[in-house]
Each structure stands twice: as C-alpha cells, then as structure tokens.
C-alpha cells in the first residue's frame, strides 16, 4: 500500500479536544464517555474517535440501491478516508477539475481556454487562473491547514486519501471518458481538499469576481495582460503565439467578460420545510429537502450515510468534493438548507489622493494600495507550458475589483465617482470561513436536540450562505439564517441607507445583492464583534415553531406569516416585499394542507397532517400557484375572445382559439402527461414582466401569503386585453419552434444527459432524452426545473449539450424546431421524512443519479424513477440496509504514516 505522509496535530492526555469557539462539542465530564448528547453540549471526541490509530485507515462501504453508500469507520479520519474513495469512484472528473481550479492551474492543464468573444480571442482560463490564485485560495490553505481544529484536519486528511487510494489503483486508460487519460487526475493533499473548501465558501461572494472584476483591477495606464517571465521550454511552443495570448487580455471589456448585473442571483435555488408537532401525524417532526441545484458541474449533490458509532450518523448529501453531508438526517433531527437572501460582501469606493492611484484618503489619513505579484502557468501549444505574471492590489479590505466590470454605471479606476477620483474594492464576510465547514456540519449532524443544533451557530459558526430549516423527533421546527453576514453598526446602516436614498447608482445595486459603502469613512468598517466581523448568532434572524418554518428563497421575514420576522440588518435581505409565487405556492400547501388545488394530491392527506411519503408526493403534485389564481380568469376571457384576432403589439393579430382549448383541456398542473402545461408557461414567460402592475389587488404586507393578486379588469375591447396578448405572443413563440399546442409535457419537457466529453471536445448526448415533470419559477411553480444554456458543466470546462438556443420570454424554450425544453438544473437532491417510534422514515432521489460517468450503473437510474415519480425509501438503519436487494459490500483500506517530528520540520 502507498504511504502518504502529514503532519497530525500534536494531542496531549486528558485534554479535551474542543475549539475555543466550541465548535467541537465541549461537555462536562460526566457527559463526556457518554455516546450521546445532551441538552448543555455535545460530548467532546477523544482522539480515538477522530483519528485513525498509527495511520491504519479501514472503512467498510455497504452500497445499496441507487449507489448510496453507507461508510462505517471506528474513527472520523477513517469514515472520510471512505467518503474520498466513494466520491473518487462515481465522481473523479469532477473532484478533479474542482481541485484544479482552486489551485489556478486549468490554464496549465486545459490551455488559455475557449475565446471569451469571437472577437476577442482572450482565454478564460487565463483569466480565471489568476483570478483564484489573487483570492490565495491555496496559499491560504497550506497557511492555515495546521491551525484546524483536530477533527477538521482528520477528515479532510481521510477524504484526501481515500481519493488518492482510487486514483492509484485506476489505471489512467480506465477513467471516465471526460478524464480518460487526464494528466489532472493525480494524487492530491489535504490542502488541496481545503483549497477548494475555499473556493465553496465564497460561492455567493469572492467567486462572483474571478470571471472579470478581480483580473480587470488595474491603475491607470497599467495593462491589465500579464507579461510571459519565463518562456516555454522549447521553440516548438510558438514564444510569438504566448505573447499574443499576453497581449489580448489587454483588450477586455466588460460585455466580452459577462457582465453581471444581479448579484442576488448565484445560480442556486432552493425549497425547504421543517414542520412541527402540530402538523404530523404522530406529533413528531418532519422534513422537506428541496435543492434546486445544477444536474451537471461540480456543484451535483451526492448522497452518502456515514457513521462512526457513538459519534456521528448521518445519512444526506453534499457537494462533491465535500467530505461530509450537509443536508440530511440522524436518529433524532432532519435539516435542510436554502440559498438566503443576504449579502455576504461590501464594496467599497476609495477616494483616491490626487495625483496618486495607488494611496487612497480614509478619516484624512493616507493608506496605501499593495500590490503582488502572480504567476500562472499557461500551456501554449507543443506540449509546453510558459509562465506568465502580472501584479494584483489590495487595499486593508480586500482585493481591489475593476467598478466598471461590476457594474456598467460604475466608473474604471481612477475616474469620479460622488464627485472624487476613485478606485473600488471589497471586503468578504466569507473569506476565513472555510476553515468552518466541517466542524459546522460534524456538530449540526452529532446532534440530538435543537440545542445542540444551535450550539455551532452560537459560537460564531456558519453555513456560509444558506438558510437552515430544522426538524426533530420532539416535534420541534426551526429556522435560521446563519449565513456570514457583514457586520455594520447602526451609524454605518444608517448612513448608507441615506446614500441609497440619494444615489440611485448605490440603490440600484443594493436591490440587485450589492452594498458599496463610502471607503473614505471608517465608520464605515465591519465591527469586529467576537466573531470577526461577521454578525453573531444574538443578531441572526431565526425562528423556532411548532407548526412549520418554511423558506424557498425569498428573505427570512416571512418563514412563517403567523410570526413576521424584523428588525435584523438590511443585509440579511427584504422585509415587507412581494414573496416570489414559488414561496406563496408552498404556503398555500402548507397552510391549506388539505386542499388539493388543480392536482389530485392533498398535500397532507385527508387527515391535514403530514408525513414525510405525504411531504414528497406533495412535491410531485407540480402545482403552480399562477396557473391556480389566473388560469380560470384567463380561460374567461379566451371565451369573451372567441376566435376574434388579438393584437401583439407588433402590428400584427391573430386569434388565440386554439390555444385556449388546449388551457381548457389543460390539467392544471405539470406531469409527464400534462397536455396544454407548456402553452401556460409561454403565456406566464410573456406576461410576468408586467407584474405586479397588472393586478387589481396591491401587495398588503400583512397578506404576504396571497397579495398582489386579481388581474385588472379586462379592458372592452377585447383585441387588446393584456392577458390574451401575451398568450398570443406565447403562441407565436411556440409556432416558431413547431411545438403542438395540445402536447404532452413529457414530449417537450426532457432531461438530456451528455457524454463523457474532454475540455475542447465536442459535447455528445448519452443515452435518449428522458421525460421529465416540474415547472419553473415564473409559473409560480414549487418542483424547479429549468434548462441550463451553458455549453459546458457548471464550473467546470467539460462539454455538455446544450440548447444553440431559446426564445425570449419562455423560460428558456430551444430556438430548435421540437427540442422544447432541454432541463439540467432544479430539484436534485430531495426527500420527504418524518420522525416515527420506529426512527426517522425518509423517501426521495437525487433526481440526476450518483455518478456523472456514462459508463457507471449509476449514471441515469434514478433519473429514470425520477420520470416516473419512482421515489426510494432512503435507508437508515442497519438492517434496512442489510435487506436491500441491490447491497454490495467491501471493506477498504490504507496505511497512512504519520510524519516524525523531524520530517514536520
């Protein structure tokens, strides 16, 4: 077996192993040999519990139905080491590319990459590359790796190695197609894993910026291109082609770098339920785990149960790459996340000293800009990599960004902004959070009750930029946003609230996720507080309940409308706002939890009280709240219409006959063999933009569940009713692709997985389009799916099919004739569970299946039962998993020798 050397943290007898936070359960000594928890803590781990004795790791992995493996280790550093090995083998190409790109090094590997515009050949990966490495992703974690608290560094150790263990015992020429033969296959280190812990932490912040706004921060009169410091090896490499590359990116502009305008959009979305005793059947808790996620790309949720007796036993899922679940279940709690509303960064305009672009003026005293030099290596052609570098700036906050990139109202560096020279920059609340994640997650899953689930919240922990939705088998629910959140003082709100109010270009991008705060001022820096300037758990937005808490992206202020939440930073998102219709559709289950609406499927049964099989029929009862409080009005007014030519504002008419009889024939919701669906979703894509101006019923703030509400009254002449309009404009739309009006959803709703396709490859389909039910967020769905446009996975440069392209206001129909619509994002990872005397009782899918390679048994079967509403009973216990049909058992193991402390020196 190989040996892979680390550093294990020094131990000394009879201390408790426990963060001074107290992210590592502390206990009193009573508690401490106990097995389980307790209401004041969780029991602290001995070093036994955590580490793997001399280096001996050994895992046994049960893989049942559907791939689901169920790692058992004695030790947490072992369990990991069973959970790299897993992931490795359904999932190597992407935990790959992941580590690849938090090192900076796809340009290395993959090239400059694919032209960023046609006509500008300048390689993204060039630009990405520098970009993670002037964030120090991995400089940061080979500095900090060390400092971890005991636990984190085993576990992290132990998923690196059992990623290497299936990396050495697969030869190249075996891998998956889209790595067959990858050079970027290869054994990695803790802190790669920990460097692209990194990068997960900043995924609704830092990562925002490395498309463009980071690399484009330059002074002026400096160019943005790095310069070639070390030619490539050989002549053969073409010098003259590398200095070409150099050169282009010195032509960027901000539309030729995507430029983004809403911020509040991280490409992730989410449903989530934690119900209480009041609404079960038993008086127990329940649960509904709804990620709307990405299908392809490194942000795929993968499911796994891991136990360490007398430690740890969850069964959920996480990203890949992650070593531990991060949303899922013990014996006595369910939790579930969503992508919260708040902010997690501040964007700072620095007045500029004149004459100088590189000292700013804060409360009158000079500060300086720093600068540092990076590298990255490029291959250019001929097997051959040059090395090229370039400076990057910093200011006491953080990396400086190009305003300009950012926003298209900001001005570039050096240029007025408020009437003075300036330069922007940012500080993130995420940048040291990663070293968080698995004392987070390890604690949230050891515990037994919601005060022990609170516990890492208390002491300054964080689930990044998710909300948290809690259930136990007390019958308890809760809720928190305990997201990193900047900490501001209430001169400092106050104080940007009046700049928002008199500065539309400051208000418009806080609505679109973006504070820019005035850099000249220090009262406008972050307290510190005890939780490093991040807000502490007294001022997090939470909710404890009985009856539910609830959240489908929309800001914490209404998880539950009997008990409005206010009074919390602004950062944390809205209050009194207009609730996106996914949100209304899901309180109108749960508040009428009996009403079937236009589905067959009341939502808790004729009895009102939900169980968890209840909880996710009710998700695969595709309801959308749009088609159940306009379809009827619309159906009126196509029979006022007739066959009477309707106008599309175009100078153009045409009658809409046709399409009502389809919405008339229509069953209202969005199954595979819903005939007439589609045709409401073109009709809603066309008419959503003119929300909420079109309803008669204003927004009422104390009516969020159902305000605004009732379209105006239709106008009397009916060629120039709004509503038909739009369906007219719908159809047109429909037409110009060749699609039925009268035909099944599953025929123009499909899922089309891709084939294992190498970085500049050519993307192929796998496998025939599989039908696929749900419905978007535009028709007030609650389901989500959704097609993906991008030509390649997300975050990764593998190829995947994609639609050439969509037609405007359609919810991203395909320009193709009958491709309809081509779904890769939404319901991914979900379930439905309740708390039983029997244990907890869980049913779901990951709707995409475990394993992203064509190849594996586990590429498209759950994809399958997804099509057919064919959820599995999620397995638990031992002997649920001992009678699984489909077990396969091995043990796995490695010796992993521990370094003598004169190799740590």
Same mark, same amino acid.
């Given at each position: 077996m190989k040996t892979i050397h680390w550093k294990r943290p020094v131990l000394v007898a009879g201390i408790s192993l426990c963060l001074s936070a107290g992210l590592i359960g502390c206990s009193s000594d009573s508690d401490s040999d106990s097995g389980g928890g307790s209401d004041n803590g969780l029991p602290a781990l001995s070093d036994s519990q955590i580490n793997a004795p001399d280096g001996a790791l050994s895992a046994r992995i049960q893989t049942t139905t559907g791939g689901v493996p169920h790692i058992t280790a004695d030790n947490l550093e072992s369990a990991a080491f069973g959970s790299g090995y897993v992931q490795a083998r359904d999932n190597v190409c992407l935990i790959a590319d992941s580590i690849m790109r938090a090192r900076g090094e796809r340009a290395m590997f993959y090239g400059p990459g694919p032209d960023v515009a046609a006509a500008l050949p300048v390689g993204i990966n060039i630009v990405t590359d520098f970009s993670y490495k002037a964030l120090g992703l991995l400089e940061k974690a080979q500095a900090e790796?060390?400092?971890?608290?005991?636990?984190?560094?085993?576990?992290?150790?132990?998923? &690196?190695? /059992?990623? #290497?263990?299936?990396?050495?015992?697969?030869?190249? =020429?075996?891998? $998956?197609?889209?790595?067959?033969?990858?050079?970027?296959?290869?054994?990695?280190?803790?802190?790669?894993?920990?460097?692209?812990?990194?990068?997960?932490?900043?995924? &609704?912040? /830092?990562? #925002?910026?490395?498309?463009?706004?980071?690399?484009? =921060?330059?002074? $002026?009169?400096?160019?943005?291109?790095?310069?070639?410091?070390?030619?490539?090896?050989?002549?053969?490499?073409?010098?003259?082609?590398a200095n070409r590359l150099a050169a282009s990116v010195a032509r960027l502009t901000p539309q030729a770098l995507g430029l983004k305008t809403n911020y509040n959009d991280h490409g992730m979305g989410s449903n989530g339920w934690g119900i209480g005793s009041e609404l079960t059947e038993n008086g127990k808790g329940a649960l509904l785990a709804n990620p709307h996620f990405p299908y392809t790309g490194n942000r795929r949720l993968y499911q796994m149960q891991i136990t360490v007796p007398g430690v740890y036993d969850v069964n959920g899922a996480g990203l890949i790459g992650v070593v531990i679940p991060l949303i899922g279940?013990?014996?006595?709690?369910?939790?579930?996340?969503?992508?919260?509303?708040?902010?997690?960064f501040t964007l700072y305009d620095l007045t500029l000293k004149s004459g100088d672009n590189l000292t700013y003026i804060k409360d009158g005293e000079e500060k300086p800009i720093t600068q540092k030099t990076i590298s990255i290596q490029v291959n250019v052609g001929g097997g051959q990599t040059a090395t090229f570098e370039r400076d990057f700036y910093y200011s006491e906050h953080g990396p400086m960004l190009a305003g300009n990139v950012i926003n298209g109202n900001l001005p570039a560096w050096g240029n007025a902004f408020a009437g003075r020279p300036t330069a922007f920059t940012y500080r993130d609340a995420n940048t040291d959070t990663a070293r968080l994640v698995v004392d987070q997650w390890l604690n949230m899953g050891r515990a037994r009750n919601v005060g022990q689930f609170q516990q890492p919240f208390e002491s300054c922990g964080s689930v990044l930029w998710v909300n948290t939705m809690y259930a136990d088998d007390s019958g308890q629910a809760f809720y928190i946003d305990g997201t990193s959140v900047p900490n501001l003082s209430g001169g400092a709100l106050q104080a940007f609230q009046a700049r928002a109010n008199t500065n539309p270009v400051v208000g418009g991008l806080f609505a679109n996720g973006?504070?820019?705060?005035?850099?000249?001022?220090?009262?406008?820096?972050?307290?510190?507080?005890?939780?490093?300037?991040?807000?502490?758990?007294?001022?997090?937005?939470?909710?404890?309940r009985r009856d539910y808490v609830q959240n489908s992206n929309d800001s914490y202020w209404a998880t539950n409308p009997d008990a409005l939440l206010t009074g919390f930073s602004p950062l944390f998102g809205p209050t009194e706002s207009i609730l996106s219709p996914r949100t209304r559709m899901g309180l109108a289950m749960l508040e009428n939890p009996t009403d079937t609406g236009l589905s067959t499927v009341a939502p808790a049964g004729s009895d009102g009280k939900f169980t968890g099989e209840e909880i996710i029929k009710a998700l695969y009862s595709n309801r959308a709240y749009y088609a159940e409080t306009l379809l009827d009005d619309l159906l009126t007014r196509c029979d006022a219409a007739g066959t009477t030519p309707i106008a599309t504002d175009d100078s153009s008419s045409r009658s809409v006959a046709e399409g009502c009889a389809a919405l008339a024939n229509w069953d209202g919701v969005y199954d595979v063999d819903s005939r007439g669906a589609h045709v409401f979703r073109v009709f809603i894509g066309d008419y959503d933009p003119a929300f909420p101006s079109e309803f008669s019923v204003a927004f009422d703030p104390t009516n969020p569940e159902t305000t605004p509400s009732t379209p105006n009254e239709a106008p009397a002449d009916v060629a120039q009713d709004p509503m038909l309009a739009s369906l007219a404009r719908g159809l047109n739309r429909l037409d110009q692709v060749n699609i039925a009006y009268d035909a099944r959803l599953g025929d123009v709703q499909r899922q089309q997985q891709s084939a294992g396709t190498p970085p500049g490859g050519t993307p192929a389909p796998s496998g025939s389009p599989i039908e696929w039910h749900g419905n978007q967020n535009l028709e007030g769905g609650f389901n989500i799916v959704r097609p993906d446009t991008s030509n390649v996975e997300d975050g990764t440069r593998y190829p995947r099919v994609a639609p050439e392209g969509t037609?405007?206001?359609?919810?991203?129909?395909?320009?193709?004739n009958n491709e309809g619509w081509r779904i890769a994002y939404g319901t991914s990872w979900h379930f439905g569970l309740s708390f039983t005397d029997e244990g907890p009782q869980g049913y779901g899918l990951i709707s995409y299946g475990q394993s992203d390679d064509p190849s594996s048994d586990h590429f498209d079967d759950q994809d399958l039962r997804y099509s057919a509403k064919n959820y599995r009973k999620l397995l638990y216990t031992q002997a649920d998993i001992t009678d699984d049909d489909a077990l396969q058992t091995e043990t796995i193991e490695a010796s992993v020798a521990a370094e003598t402390e004169d190799e740590a020196e």
């Amino acid at each position: 077996m190989k040996t892979i050397h680390w550093k294990r943290p020094v131990l000394v007898a009879g201390i408790s192993l426990c963060l001074s936070a107290g992210l590592i359960g502390c206990s009193s000594d009573s508690d401490s040999d106990s097995g389980g928890g307790s209401d004041n803590g969780l029991p602290a781990l001995s070093d036994s519990q955590i580490n793997a004795p001399d280096g001996a790791l050994s895992a046994r992995i049960q893989t049942t139905t559907g791939g689901v493996p169920h790692i058992t280790a004695d030790n947490l550093e072992s369990a990991a080491f069973g959970s790299g090995y897993v992931q490795a083998r359904d999932n190597v190409c992407l935990i790959a590319d992941s580590i690849m790109r938090a090192r900076g090094e796809r340009a290395m590997f993959y090239g400059p990459g694919p032209d960023v515009a046609a006509a500008l050949p300048v390689g993204i990966n060039i630009v990405t590359d520098f970009s993670y490495k002037a964030l120090g992703l991995l400089e940061k974690a080979q500095a900090e790796f060390d400092e971890l608290s005991a636990p984190s560094q085993a576990m992290i150790r132990g998923f &690196a190695a /059992g990623y #290497n263990k299936y990396v050495d015992e697969t030869a190249p =020429a075996d891998l $998956p197609a889209k790595c067959n033969q990858a050079p970027w296959v290869r054994p990695i280190s803790a802190e790669d894993v920990y460097a692209y812990y990194q990068l997960v932490a900043l995924y &609704a912040s /830092g990562d #925002n910026f490395v498309q463009g706004p980071l690399f484009a =921060a330059v002074p $002026p009169g400096t160019s943005p291109a790095p310069t070639m410091a070390m030619p490539a090896a050989s002549a053969s490499a073409n010098p003259a082609e590398a200095n070409r590359l150099a050169a282009s990116v010195a032509r960027l502009t901000p539309q030729a770098l995507g430029l983004k305008t809403n911020y509040n959009d991280h490409g992730m979305g989410s449903n989530g339920w934690g119900i209480g005793s009041e609404l079960t059947e038993n008086g127990k808790g329940a649960l509904l785990a709804n990620p709307h996620f990405p299908y392809t790309g490194n942000r795929r949720l993968y499911q796994m149960q891991i136990t360490v007796p007398g430690v740890y036993d969850v069964n959920g899922a996480g990203l890949i790459g992650v070593v531990i679940p991060l949303i899922g279940f013990n014996e006595n709690i369910a939790w579930t996340h969503t992508v919260s509303t708040a902010q997690h960064f501040t964007l700072y305009d620095l007045t500029l000293k004149s004459g100088d672009n590189l000292t700013y003026i804060k409360d009158g005293e000079e500060k300086p800009i720093t600068q540092k030099t990076i590298s990255i290596q490029v291959n250019v052609g001929g097997g051959q990599t040059a090395t090229f570098e370039r400076d990057f700036y910093y200011s006491e906050h953080g990396p400086m960004l190009a305003g300009n990139v950012i926003n298209g109202n900001l001005p570039a560096w050096g240029n007025a902004f408020a009437g003075r020279p300036t330069a922007f920059t940012y500080r993130d609340a995420n940048t040291d959070t990663a070293r968080l994640v698995v004392d987070q997650w390890l604690n949230m899953g050891r515990a037994r009750n919601v005060g022990q689930f609170q516990q890492p919240f208390e002491s300054c922990g964080s689930v990044l930029w998710v909300n948290t939705m809690y259930a136990d088998d007390s019958g308890q629910a809760f809720y928190i946003d305990g997201t990193s959140v900047p900490n501001l003082s209430g001169g400092a709100l106050q104080a940007f609230q009046a700049r928002a109010n008199t500065n539309p270009v400051v208000g418009g991008l806080f609505a679109n996720g973006v504070t820019l705060l005035d850099g000249s001022r220090g009262l406008n820096d972050w307290v510190e507080g005890d939780c490093g300037g991040r807000i502490a758990y007294d001022g997090m937005p939470k909710l404890e309940r009985r009856d539910y808490v609830q959240n489908s992206n929309d800001s914490y202020w209404a998880t539950n409308p009997d008990a409005l939440l206010t009074g919390f930073s602004p950062l944390f998102g809205p209050t009194e706002s207009i609730l996106s219709p996914r949100t209304r559709m899901g309180l109108a289950m749960l508040e009428n939890p009996t009403d079937t609406g236009l589905s067959t499927v009341a939502p808790a049964g004729s009895d009102g009280k939900f169980t968890g099989e209840e909880i996710i029929k009710a998700l695969y009862s595709n309801r959308a709240y749009y088609a159940e409080t306009l379809l009827d009005d619309l159906l009126t007014r196509c029979d006022a219409a007739g066959t009477t030519p309707i106008a599309t504002d175009d100078s153009s008419s045409r009658s809409v006959a046709e399409g009502c009889a389809a919405l008339a024939n229509w069953d209202g919701v969005y199954d595979v063999d819903s005939r007439g669906a589609h045709v409401f979703r073109v009709f809603i894509g066309d008419y959503d933009p003119a929300f909420p101006s079109e309803f008669s019923v204003a927004f009422d703030p104390t009516n969020p569940e159902t305000t605004p509400s009732t379209p105006n009254e239709a106008p009397a002449d009916v060629a120039q009713d709004p509503m038909l309009a739009s369906l007219a404009r719908g159809l047109n739309r429909l037409d110009q692709v060749n699609i039925a009006y009268d035909a099944r959803l599953g025929d123009v709703q499909r899922q089309q997985q891709s084939a294992g396709t190498p970085p500049g490859g050519t993307p192929a389909p796998s496998g025939s389009p599989i039908e696929w039910h749900g419905n978007q967020n535009l028709e007030g769905g609650f389901n989500i799916v959704r097609p993906d446009t991008s030509n390649v996975e997300d975050g990764t440069r593998y190829p995947r099919v994609a639609p050439e392209g969509t037609l405007p206001n359609t919810g991203d129909l395909s320009s193709q004739n009958n491709e309809g619509w081509r779904i890769a994002y939404g319901t991914s990872w979900h379930f439905g569970l309740s708390f039983t005397d029997e244990g907890p009782q869980g049913y779901g899918l990951i709707s995409y299946g475990q394993s992203d390679d064509p190849s594996s048994d586990h590429f498209d079967d759950q994809d399958l039962r997804y099509s057919a509403k064919n959820y599995r009973k999620l397995l638990y216990t031992q002997a649920d998993i001992t009678d699984d049909d489909a077990l396969q058992t091995e043990t796995i193991e490695a010796s992993v020798a521990a370094e003598t402390e004169d190799e740590a020196e």
